[in-house]
């Protein structure tokens, strides 16, 4: 059976490019008589906030989507992000560090992946390293590597089958200072244990696809199919985000505007006055 999702952070309210994704993902599923399933990505204490979670539930409603199952929340599911973490620890595919992104930032020798400046290994191989400091828990991707016999590959359905290429991302960070496990491990471990056989989501994740696809393989898991659909975009051709002002689904619902007939127009590409379609 197919299983899609959609997982939102409730650091904020939903815009319209949220809404897009949701009823891509929503109608993914429908259409094939599979299950929607809704996962609230809240672990990290310092964003996120209980209001945001019931505006995010009210949103969909209102846009007419309904999910099967109850809502999964991250934050209830930690012991599972601890139990990977060690099984790396204990392969020697983690190390601590203690490097600020400032630190990064100003290192001369991080060169630039598909996500900004690549870790250049400061902490790589401390002897005793001082761990009552804060510190992140970074993959050796040199040594995570060695651990793959032939290609790593994935299914995207608009590009086809791709050869993953994680050695771009660097040593990224899979437990976080100020959270229990970054969004490459809980995504790779939730999708997993949520039996996801298809992920909708938009173009801007499909670089991770490929640090997601060696997790899945050092810790046994499925691969699932991808389906990165492209962004919605303001009249500027910026993507819609909080940072750019985008309206927020909230602000619509209390003005009055009716959400299914506003999900309909978005699966026809139809927008209001001052966005583009999708960008391809």
């Known amino acids: ?53 019931e505006t995010i539930l009210h949103d969909l409603e209102w846009l007419g989507l309904s999910w099967d199952g109850k809502v999964v929340f991250q934050s209830q599911r930690l012991p599972r992000y601890e139990a990977a973490l060690e099984r790396l620890k204990a392969a020697g595919l983690l190390y601590p560090c203690f490097c600020t992104r400032a630190d990064i930032a100003a290192s001369t020798s991080a060169p630039h992946g598909p996500e900004g400046a690549i870790y250049p290994g400061t902490c790589r191989g401390l002897d005793a390293p001082d761990l009552s400091r ?12 060695n651990w793959v016999a032939g290609p790593l590959a994935f299914e995207d359905s608009g590009r086809g089958v791709i050869l993953a290429d994680p050695a771009s991302h660097g040593d990224v960070v899979l437990a976080r200072k100020d959270a229990p496990a970054s969004y490459h491990l809980a995504v790779t471990i939730d999708d997993a244990a949520q039996d996801i056989t298809d992920i909708v989501r938009g173009e801007d994740l499909f670089a991770a696809t490929h640090v997601h696809r060696l997790l899945q393989h050092l810790l046994g898991l499925p691969v699932p199919r991808y389906h990165h659909h492209a962004l919605l975009t303001g009249a500027d051709g910026q993507r819609l985000a909080k940072r750019h002002g985008a309206p927020t689904l909230a602000a619509l619902r209390e003005d009055g505007s009716d959400g299914p007939a506003l999900a309909d127009a978005l699966r026809k590409g139809e927008l209001p006055i001052g966005f583009a379609a999708a960008k391809a």
């Open 1 to 53: 059976m197919i299983v899609s999702r959609f997982a939102p952070s409730p650091t904020g309210r939903l815009h319209l490019g949220h809404a897009f994704s949701a009823i891509r993902a929503h109608d993914f599923a429908r259409e094939r008589g599979g299950r929607f399933l809704l996962r609230i990505e809240d672990i990290d204490g310092t964003r996120s906030r209980p209001e945001h979670v």
């Open 134 to 145: 804060p510190h992140c828990w970074r993959l050796d991707m040199a040594k995570a590597l």
